[in-house]
């Protein structure tokens, strides 16, 4: 449903949105429980058990989709890292400078002469 509303202060016109809530009862039901409060208020209660049901299925399905995500997201990385461990196998093994020799020791006589 749509209203209109002049706004004096700007001159212009404003489209304003009325929602309304769906109801649990039909103009009809209620025509005809309207005298019997405790029909109309397990009506109302029903419905908002099903609401109830409802927002927890919702919930539920937005749960499930935030741990698929979540998985996803480790899933991607997971083969990112190892896409990157088989890039860096590949590549040719750096170069490295050779050491420079080693100088052989001369033997110290003195130190086997005793035993």
Same mark, same amino acid.
């Given at each position: 449903?749509?209203?209109?509303?002049?706004?004096p #202060? *700007?001159?212009?016109?404003v489209?304003?949105k009325?929602f309304?809530?769906p !109801? $649990?009862?039909?103009d009809e039901d $209620?025509?005809? %429980?309207r !005298?019997?409060?405790?029909?109309? +208020?397990?009506?109302?209660?029903? $419905?908002?058990?099903?609401?109830q049901k409802?927002?927890? *299925?919702? &919930?539920? /399905?937005?749960?499930? +989709?935030?741990i698929?995500? /979540? /998985? *996803?997201?480790?899933? %991607?990385?997971q083969?990112? %890292? #190892?896409h990157? /461990?088989f &890039?860096?196998?590949?590549? =040719? +093994? =750096?170069?490295?400078? &050779? =050491?420079?020799p080693l &100088?052989?020791r001369?033997?110290?006589p003195? %130190?086997f002469?005793?035993?």
């Amino acid at each position: 449903m749509k209203l209109i509303k002049h706004l004096p #202060s *700007t001159g212009k016109n404003v489209e304003e949105k009325k929602f309304s809530l769906p !109801h $649990f009862l039909s103009d009809e039901d $209620f025509s005809s %429980l309207r !005298h019997d409060a405790v029909s109309v +208020a397990d009506r109302a209660d029903a $419905f908002i058990r099903d609401l109830q049901k409802e927002l927890d *299925t919702v &919930r539920a /399905q937005a749960d499930a +989709a935030a741990i698929t995500d /979540q /998985q *996803t997201c480790s899933l %991607l990385e997971q083969k990112y %890292l #190892s896409h990157l /461990q088989f &890039r860096n196998a590949d590549a =040719p +093994a =750096p170069v490295l400078p &050779r =050491p420079p020799p080693l &100088r052989a020791r001369p033997k110290a006589p003195a %130190l086997f002469a005793n035993h």
